[in-house]
């Protein structure tokens, strides 16, 4: 079969040993074994650079100023905005901020000459993660004003007199009210409103008054708190609680804005739909209300008496006079996730995930379209997500897209696709994802040229599907899913054949996560772990036919489980402290612990392959010795460009496919068995 095998032309295209060592993803005159331990004789694993993974211009925020649509990047390096003129089609400047990873927070001053911009970055510290740009003069870069004391600027909004505030998260302590004042050019917290939020997504400022939502998103539930909105008296430098009493139950406060003398809020869905409500600025204790449709209500643009906004699956239009919602007409492509809602000459403009800018009529739903990548947007490597591979292909999620490249010429297409794969699996040629964020599952088939599409939905608070495998013996896909808000998870079984799908909520309890799944003998085994990295990881035996538990056992780490996969009668399995644990499923008894921190520590990824286990964390790959369980590694440093968690995968060939940098690498190893 020539499923997986890259062809020589491919390799020595170029000519010479330089190009061959590109290819291989070395250096001239370095060897595969300088980072690699040996397989059989000696012999080194061999790593084959197969190039930039998932490449596209991804995006996470737009913001109009006057003509110009300014949009923040999502996931690329660096960290930048673009400036998309709306008369002429063109993308006509960019700046580059210093540090971050996406851009989730844009907002301009009444003037129009500031650009203020938020970032999310991965690790919490000193470094800047607000900024401004200077409109008019865009050819320079944005400055560094300096950190708010949360890791993530999730929010900003500028009051009518310049002074800025800002929320967001990620840090260990509550998220805070932070204002950066121009006059002073300092950045200052206000106070911490809510000791159990986990999470501020929304802030709208007034002079006198500055409304700050937040709640327990992206948590898993447990004790933090669920949607909560305070209002921050200027004057008397005080909070007070003004959440609607009818939001209460839901997981957080979504977004905010001031229209008029009213300030629009909407609060996340989960078990039930987002709402939307419009409370006096003046007596936020008025209030009307409204339930809304989807879990999801943000990005919020007036236009005459109608806020129109976002949810997951296009616009609707909220009517505060009226207190109705109802769904915009529209045609044209799918708008996939929404990052931005704003208003133009009676027209609404649309910032889509998927890379584009969309001019809707809100009347008549005629929509005009623009690329922006044929607009003049930069495509760099994204970081990414799942990986599959069979059939002569490899696929790669990325945000809003998979990558699909092929193992004969090395091609490679962009499958449009909403939110994210978080994992997937090829069985039969055919691609199963789980995607996030509660979009169920999806499939692929490249030998009938039909899209992607989803084949199974499920209840959209079990959002955040972690791992995918393989049933052989139930011909059963099997998805392991998180869900944020409430806690706990489920797990999900696909049957291609029959197209029926299943759900299953809760298997181990409310509280743990469900974050790895691994099949033997028609068993799954469901690995699970509290939000946090203490506590236990228990490890459940189901059936996935009968829908019922049939044995269970703490794998006594102390830590949440990462990974699972199974060689042999062996359950492996890897926790978030880097401790490994194997356990004989016949016999269903642990038999061997080990400290595995020098190659793993945080999430990680398994799969059985030549007979044996491989492992790959955000730093390493390794496996592990099928009679000692004893761990080496395979390629050191490799330090993949993950998005949320590393991931490995193989083929029918026994080639591994993993990450090093942003680019994807395929690995030929012979283990000793």
Not at 315 to 321: D, F, H, Q, S, T
Not at 328 to 357: C, H, N, Q
Not at 540 to 547: K, R
Not at 588 to 593: D, E, G, K, S, W
């Amino acid at each position: 079969m020539e499923t997986s095998n890259i062809s020589r032309r491919l390799i020595l295209q170029a000519g010479g040993a330089a190009s061959l060592a590109a290819a291989l993803g070395l250096a001239v005159g370095q060897s595969a074994s300088a980072t690699s331990s040996t397989g059989p004789a000696g012999k080194a694993p061999e790593i084959l650079d197969l190039g930039p993974a998932v490449v596209q211009f991804s995006l996470m925020s737009g913001q109009l100023v006057g003509d110009t649509l300014y949009i923040g990047s999502r996931n690329l390096d660096p960290v930048r905005i673009i400036a998309f003129h709306l008369p002429s089609g063109k993308v006509t400047g960019q700046t580059i901020l210093s540090n971050g990873h996406s851009i989730q927070a844009l907002a301009a001053d009444t003037s129009g000459r500031y650009l203020y911009a938020g970032v999310l970055q991965k690790d919490a510290g000193t470094k800047p993660n607000l900024f401004r740009w200077d409109l008019t003069r865009p050819g320079t870069a944005a400055t560094a004003l300096g950190n708010i004391g949360d890791r993530d600027v999730r929010d900003i909004s500028v009051a009518p007199n310049g002074r800025v505030y800002a929320v967001g998260g990620g840090s260990p302590t509550a998220p805070a009210l932070w204002e950066y004042d121009p006059a002073t050019d300092k950045i200052v917290s206000l106070g911490i409103p809510d000791p159990g939020a986990t999470l501020a997504r929304a802030v709208a400022a007034t002079d006198a008054t500055i409304f700050f939502g937040a709640g327990s998103t992206l948590n898993g539930g447990g004790n933090a708190s669920r949607a909560c909105l305070f209002a921050y008296d200027y004057a008397s430098k005080s909070f007070r609680n003004v959440t609607p009493a009818e939001m209460l139950a839901d997981p957080s406060i979504r977004d905010l804005g001031i229209v008029g003398d009213k300030v629009i809020v909407s609060s996340a869905g989960s078990v039930q739909d987002s709402k939307m409500a419009a409370l006096s600025v003046a007596d936020p204790g008025s209030y009307v209300l409204a339930a809304s449709q989807g879990k999801t209500a943000k990005s919020f643009a007036a236009l005459g008496d109608t806020v129109y906004f976002a949810n997951e699956a296009g616009l609707l239009a909220y009517n505060p006079g009226s207190n109705t919602i109802a769904a915009m007409p529209y045609e044209g492509p799918s708008l996939g996730e929404i990052w931005g809602v704003d208003a133009r000459a009676g027209k609404l403009l649309v910032t889509s995930g998927y890379g584009f800018v969309a001019e809707i009529d809100p009347a008549t739903g005629a929509t005009k379209t623009t690329d922006l990548g044929e607009a003049g947007a930069p495509s760099d490597p994204q970081t990414v997500m799942g990986i599959a591979a069979g059939a002569g292909y490899v696929y790669v999620g990325g945000n809003g897209v998979i990558s699909r490249r092929s193992l004969t010429d090395g091609r490679v297409a962009n499958l449009t696709a909403p939110g994210e794969a978080k994992d997937a699996v090829v069985v039969d040629g055919v691609l199963y994802t789980g995607q996030y964020s509660g979009q169920g599952i999806w499939s692929y088939d490249p030998a009938t040229g039909k899209p992607i599409s989803q084949v199974a939905t499920f209840p959209k608070e079990q959002n955040r599907p972690l791992d995918v495998c393989w049933d052989e013996i139930n011909k059963l896909v099997l998805v392991a899913v998180q869900a944020d808000t409430e806690g706990g998870g489920s797990f999900w079984t696909y049957d291609p054949a029959t197209r029926k799908s299943a759900i299953f909520v809760n298997p181990i309890d409310k509280v743990q996560l469900i974050r790895a799944v691994a099949s033997r003998e028609g068993v799954a085994y469901l690995g699970g772990g509290n939000p946090g990295l203490d506590g236990p990881g228990t490890v459940v035996a189901f059936d996935p036919l009968a829908g019922k538990e049939l044995w269970r056992l703490d794998a006594g780490n102390g830590a949440g489980i990462s990974a699972l996969a199974v060689q042999g009668k062996h359950l492996y399995g890897v926790t978030r402290k880097g401790g490994l644990f194997v356990i004989d499923l016949p016999k269903r008894r642990l038999i061997h612990r080990a400290d595995i921190t020098s190659v793993s520590h945080g999430f990680a990824a398994l799969v059985t392959n030549r007979g044996v286990v491989y492992g790959v964390s955000n730093t390493d790959v390794f496996r592990f010795d099928p009679k000692t369980f004893a761990v080496a590694t395979v390629v050191a440093d490799i330090d993949g460009g993950w998005y949320s968690g590393a991931h490995i995968n193989n083929d029918e060939d026994g080639y591994l496919y993993t990450m090093r940098g942003r680019n994807l690498v395929r690995i030929d190893d012979h283990p000793r068995k």
